[in-house]
Every structure is written in structure tokens, then in C-alpha cells.
């Protein structure tokens, strides 16, 4: 049972927009930042937001996070095939004074 | 450009010892915290530790605490987790990953490598 309870699918077809939640408490969202991965199959994680906003430099525009409280989302739009990977996301935990991981939403292009 | 490249993974019997490494190249070392982060074999990312610039703090999830031990040596760039009493749940692959701050403090990881493989069976 991950700390952070994220959605384990989700889906959409080419050039739709999807949303994907990420739901914590007071100790981790609530007081930290919040990082977003993508890992495609059979590859290392990669960083996609972090600081529950900001793109790494290369990382389309089409990807944006947000954060409200102790919850945050990532969104994709214009969604692309090469998209269809597994997502993450992660925050320290002031509580259990350690890094927090979603359990991951493993998303799917129809 | 950032590198790290983790080795020493490999088959363990219930209660061993190993050591993995990391090898980073590409950006100042001792100005950053290190991870490892785990996944098992169909699972999700799991943080395992984390150790400090200086190495003079260390994190550990509570799974592996007592366990293992992160440790990092400025001279050679290098990262390292000594993994004792293994368990057959400690299977995964280990990512070593570059942490975007000093402190410890962070789940900001903005650079990992490729993973080394640890498997825990008789």
C-alpha cells in the first residue's frame, strides 16, 4: 500500500487529454513538493515535473503538474502513442522522514 | 553529460551480503545528494535511501533500516549500498539516482541510471 494513492490505469486516444491524480496527506504533499516520473517499458525512470509545476528542460509543453492541498495531477494533452508508459509520483514525507512514491498509473493510448 | 552506471548486482541466497555501486560522471559529485530507488519485478518505485553531499546524513525507508547501509566516496565519484540479511522481497532492480539538491531532503531526482538487478533465492 504506497502512501500516495494514484489511479493504477488510465487511457485515451491520440491527441485527447488526460489527467492523472496523485492523492497524499499533510506530512508529504501537503508540505513538499511534488516530482512526477515517467517510465517507458523496460527503461530507467525519467523526470517529467518537478516542483509540482516546472518542466526539465526537453519535456513538451503539452505535459503540465499542478498541486492544490494534498493532491496534485499531471496532465497530458495532444496524447501520443509515445506517451503510453508508466507514471509516478513522489514527495518527501516530513512524518516518516523519507521519499514517498505513488504507486505508478500505467497509461494507455487506444 | 550526466552518467551513472550501477554494478554488483547478482544472485544472493536468503541472508547474504552484497555490495552495489554507482559510478558518476558528467557533474560535481560531493555537491549532491544520492539515492537508490527500487523496483521489483512488476512492481512500482519503492525509495530505499538517500545520503547527503557530504555523506554526513542518511535516510533509509524503514523496510531496509538496520539492513542496509548508503556510503559514498568523493574521491573515486562513486555511490555505494552495502545490502546485508537479504530477503527474498529485497528482489528488485536498484537504480542509483542523482538527487537535485544537497540535503537529503528531496524527491527530486533528476538523473538515474540503467539499474543493476538483485535477485534473493536459494
Known amino acids: 500500500q504506497s502512501v500516495l494513492t494514484q489511479p493504477p490505469s488510465a487511457s485515451g486516444t491520440p491527441g485527447q487529454r488526460v489527467t492523472i491524480s496523485c492523492s497524499g496527506g499533510s506530512s508529504n504533499i501537503g508540505s513538499n513538493n511534488v516530482n512526477w516520473y515517467q517510465q517507458l517499458p523496460g527503461t530507467a525512470p525519467k523526470l517529467l515535473i518537478y516542483?509540482?509545476?516546472q518542466r526539465p528542460s526537453g519535456v513538451p509543453d503539452r505535459l503540465s503538474g499542478s498541486k492544490s492541498g494534498t493532491s496534485a495531477s499531471l496532465a497530458i494533452s495532444g496524447l501520443q502513442s509515445e506517451d503510453e508508459a508508466d507514471y509516478y509520483c513522489a514527495a518527501w514525507d516530513d512524518s516518516l522522514n523519507g521519499v514517498v512514491f505513488g504507486g505508478g498509473t500505467k497509461l494507455t493510448v487506444l | 553529460e550526466v552518467q551513472l552506471l550501477e554494478s554488483g548486482g547478482g544472485l544472493v541466497q536468503p541472508g547474504g551480503s552484497l555490495r552495489l555501486s554507482c559510478a558518476a560522471s558528467?557533474?560535481?559529485?560531493?555537491?549532491?545528494?544520492m539515492s537508490w530507488v527500487r523496483q521489483a519485478p512488476g512492481k512500482g518505485l519503492e525509495w530505499v535511501a538517500t545520503?547527503?553531499?557530504?555523506?554526513?546524513?542518511?535516510y533509509y525507508a524503514d523496510s531496509v533500516k538496520g539492513r542496509f547501509t548508503i556510503s559514498r566516496d568523493s574521491s573515486k565519484n562513486t555511490l555505494y549500498l552495502q545490502m546485508n540479511t537479504l530477503r527474498a522481497e529485497d528482489t528488485a532492480v536498484y537504480y542509483c539516482?542523482?538527487?537535485?539538491?544537497?540535503?537529503?531532503?528531496?524527491?527530486?531526482?533528476?538523473?538515474w541510471g540503467q539499474g543493476t538487478l538483485v535477485t534473493v533465492s536459494s
Open positions: 558528467g557533474f560535481t559529485f560531493s555537491s549532491y545528494a
Open positions: 516542483s509540482n509545476n
Open positions: 539516482a542523482k538527487v537535485a539538491a544537497r540535503t537529503g531532503t528531496s524527491s527530486l531526482c533528476d538523473y
Open positions: 545520503i547527503s553531499y557530504s555523506g554526513g546524513s542518511t
